[in-house]
């Protein structure tokens, strides 16, 4: 019987944080290590533990696919199309294929077939050196019927008029009678028009992979955020080829980041593993700069226009909203998110007013909380506005109309961390001066994500996600996951989970991830690797540890349920032994055991996701429109915090993001062309050292009581907040909005401008 | 949207949807996931095909659920 099908004990839990701390019952499935909750005193998890593969990423142990090197090796590159929109007329590979030292020449465009954007892949080859790659490219005969295109998406079709000032003037449909009659009883209603332009993924490592063959088993070493997810794409792939594929194993042990834009092979992976059986050897293809920035996807532009109103109490009593997205060729996947849980007293528009714009460019892929940055960038500033107009502090606004208690006291507590009524009134004292150049501005804005993880079977039967624990006889442990880590810290989420359960230091766990001979794991997207996988991982620990349990009752004379492991020792009442010496018992086949990823437990969470807050500081130059970023602080939780400082890196990084998506990042394409000409990291700025404020971070452990450790999903939620409060501050720095991002020192003095007008 | 039934990436997906169209809910396991704001299509609007690996199909047409299903000239799933 599996341990599924046993009926569940109630158990109660003390679910939440701080004050909110209360009791509530769950459905615990048989089996499962005992759930922790808010009463559970943890010594490794939450710790400052070092993040696990912090050494071999500072040393350069660290192996990353463009360090993948077999002897024989062959590079690789793609023929990319020069027009954004027509057809393939001709394309005669023959000449680069008699190149002397050319080992493989592939079409990846059929003759006759459509050109979609300026990137588009056209063919490839594979060579000993990229100089013989790049030369066969260009003995490639490709011929084109060019047509017509567009790139911008306020020219495509469907898109709205925007006047001078960039606003929507199309009239608003009809809002339906509830919604008409809450804005005709606002004390104050604000309307504007928003915009954020399409930002790229920029990981550091960009895509790629090397391919092997050995028969009909394929080995790809790969840059992805999914490597179970690529394993099936591949041989799906290969086999649609043509090719006969007995098994694909992907491995994907350092992923420089994804952020979205690795869930797929993509067409160079698919490219390398073609190109790797033609030529009968190795092959790697790892893309340029200029082809990330252009042909790996993007986060859509987004058009948005709010109406917000607030009544004499200072309730948001009606909100209204239309958009647009500014997508590739594919027209899809441009929608917005907005902070819901700020308007749960409004009335809204029962219809989902959204169009997704297709234009002649690279179509856009999920990035880091798809819809979120954008549509939280322009719902919260305009309810800033809406503050200002009404005449209330904006953070007390949020305050009374948020709905969730947790991310109440963040408000509370962000406020008096981040002096927020003295820097206020401090920055509104110094705008006095009519004369002065440099204005200071404070913004804050909330954060959600709602991810607790899942099981992997779906409605289905099967194993679902998996994790291996090893201990061995000389005392060292394994934690292993086929699952990637994409630059997150689930490595140390292995380390540390493993290490809790038994009583040991997070340096003595050896973690492994990413390569699919291992059990199997989701991909990371959504915030969902460490939700899913952190109950799995400790589970398999907490087996290993029974097994342990068991040896070291019989060698110390007391009962296996009596042990207890901690500070690396095995201890029953008055006799011990250390962990070292209870491994010498195991002999010389490891103890080994695979955990279960139970379903998340039946009961009422504490939180369907997590919650954030996020504030900060601007200094806005008068004279020159640059704004710079003062100091920032976020508080965020995410459940039970597993990896203390891989957390902190995650909000760190969604800050620095926050900061490239409000002030530098901008995605421009030339109309006539359709060429990108910032496609490289000195004309798309991503923002450097000097870029970066102090910032601070607090994460608040939380409790939610839906697994046995209670982890939930980090990556996204602290991206919704960054650009917004950034925004936020410069509005209240200069006393007018910039509405459309990013905050580039022209917008800056024309916001000015306007606001000296007035 | 008008009432309260919670829909999931699963409810919004076609019955007979080609098993060669991918999307990120299919790989985070998250098909049951909670969809919230009022869309017709499961996943975040960004589908591909595992034989291309882009959004692009076989038939050089663009990779949607409400394409990929029998009918199709590259439909690779059982027949209704």
């Not at chain 1, 998890?45 to 463009?66: E, I, L, M």
Request: net charge negative.
């Amino acid at each position: 019987m599996n341990s599924r099908d046993r009926t569940p004990p109630e158990k109660e839990l003390k679910v939440g944080f701080g004050s909110l701390i209360e009791t509530r019952t769950f459905e615990v499935p048989a089996g499962d290590a005992p759930p922790w909750d808010a009463t559970t005193k943890l010594s490794v998890v939450g710790s400052d533990a070092d993040r696990a593969d912090g050494r071999d990423k500072a040393s350069g142990r660290a192996k990353y696919t463009h360090d993948i090197a077999f002897p024989g090796m062959l590079q690789a590159a793609i023929l990319r199309a020069p027009i954004a929109r027509g057809l393939l007329q001709n394309l005669d590979l023959e000449k680069a294929r008699s190149m002397p030292g050319v080992a493989a020449v592939i079409a990846l465009k059929e003759v006759g077939k459509r050109v979609r954007f300026v990137g588009d892949e056209i063919a490839a080859v594979a060579a000993p050196t990229l100089d013989l790659c790049r030369d066969a490219l260009e003995a490639i005969v490709a011929e084109y019927a060019q047509e017509g295109h567009t790139v911008d998406f306020l020219f495509a079709d469907g898109a709205p008029v925007l006047d001078e000032q960039g606003d929507i003037t199309d009239p608003w449909p009809d809002a339906g009678e509830e919604l008409t009659a809450a804005f005709a009883k606002a004390k104050t209603t604000v309307t504007g028009t928003y915009r954020t332009e399409v930002q790229t993924h920029a990981s550091m490592e960009s895509h790629g992979a090397v391919a092997k063959w050995t028969d009909a088993d394929l080995d790809v070493y790969m840059s992805t955020q999914a490597t179970f997810g690529v394993r099936g794409e591949l041989s799906q792939a290969m086999r649609a080829a043509g090719l006969q594929c007995k098994s694909v194993t992907i491995h994907a042990e350092f992923v420089g980041g994804g952020f979205g834009s690795k869930f797929t092979a993509g067409a160079e992976g698919r490219a390398v593993a073609l190109l790797a059986h033609a030529a009968n050897a190795p092959v790697k293809l790892v893309l340029n700069r200029f082809e990330e920035h252009t042909c790996t996807g993007n986060r859509p532009a987004a058009l948005m226009q709010f109406r917000a109103a607030v009544d004499e109490q200072g309730a948001i009593i009606a909100w209204d909203q239309r958009s647009w997205g500014g997508c590739g060729h594919n027209g899809q996947g441009g929608g917005i998110a907005i902070p819901d849980h700020l308007l749960a007293k409004a009335a809204r528009r029962r219809e989902r007013a959204h169009q997704d714009l297709a234009t002649d460019a690279d179509p856009a892929r999920p990035m880091r909380a798809p819809a979120h940055p954008q549509g939280f960038f322009g719902a919260e500033l305009c309810i800033d506005e809406l503050a200002a107009a009404a005449g209330i502090d904006p953070l007390a606004l949020r305050k009374q109309n948020d709905a969730q208690p947790l991310r109440l006291q963040q408000y509370e507590l962000g406020a008096e961390r981040f002096g927020w009524e003295q820097a206020r009134a401090a920055a509104a004292e110094a705008k006095q001066d009519q004369h002065a150049r440099y204005l200071r501005g404070v913004g804050c804005a909330s954060a959600r994500w709602g991810n607790l993880g899942n099981d992997g079977r779906g409605r289905g039967d099967g194993p679902g996600h998996g994790a291996v624990c090893r201990i061995h006889q000389d005392g060292s442990v394994e934690a292993r996951s086929g699952a990637q880590d994409v630059g997150t810290g689930f490595k140390s989420v292995l380390t540390n989970l493993t290490a809790e359960e038994l009583g040991i230091r997070a340096e003595q766990v050896r973690a492994t991830a990413g390569h699919t001979t291992d059990p199997s794991g989701p991909a990371a997207g959504g915030s969902t690797t460490t939700a899913s996988l952190a109950p799995v991982i400790r589970h398999a620990a907490f087996l290993c540890k029974q097994e342990l349990a068991k040896k070291a009752a019989e060698h110390l004379g007391v009962a296996a349920d009596s042990i207890v492991f901690a500070a690396g020792r095995l201890s029953a009442g008055d006799t011990s032994m250390s962990f070292g010496d209870a491994c010498k018992l195991i002999g010389p086949n490891p103890i080994e055991m695979r955990g279960e990823r139970f379903p998340n437990y039946k009961g009422k969470v504490f939180e369907r996701g997590v919650c954030g807050a996020q504030f900060a500081e601007v200094e806005v130059d008068t004279w020159t429109g640059i704004v710079r970023v003062l100091r920032m602080l976020a508080i965020q939780d995410c459940g039970i915090v597993v990896a203390q400082k891989p957390a902190e890196s995650q909000v760190l990084g969604a800050m620095i993001q926050g900061i490239g998506f409000a002030l530098h990042e901008q995605r421009i394409l030339d109309r006539q062309s359709g060429r990108m000409l910032n496609g490289d990291f000195l004309r798309y700025k991503v923002p450097g050292a000097l870029d970066v404020p102090p910032m601070e971070v607090i994460m608040q452990s939380v409790a939610n009581g839906h697994s046995n450790c209670s982890a939930a999903g980090l990556g996204e939620a602290p991206t919704c907040a960054s650009a917004a409060a950034i925004a936020n501050a410069v509005f209240h720095a200069i006393g007018h909005p910039v509405r459309r991002l990013p905050i580039t020192p022209d917008k800056v003095l024309a916001a000015l401008h306007q606001r000296g007008g007035k | 949207m008008s009432n309260n039934k919670e829909v999931t990436h699963r409810d919004l997906t076609p019955k007979h949807l080609c098993p060669a169209m991918l999307m990120k809910p299919l790989l985070t396991h998250g098909m049951d996931d909670v969809v919230r704001d009022g869309r017709q299509w499961p996943g975040d609007g960004h589908y591909w095909c595992a034989k291309t690996c882009t959004c692009i199909g076989p038939d050089d047409a663009h990779v949607h659920p409400k394409d990929c299903q029998p009918g199709r000239s590259c439909y690779d799933g059982p027949e209704p």
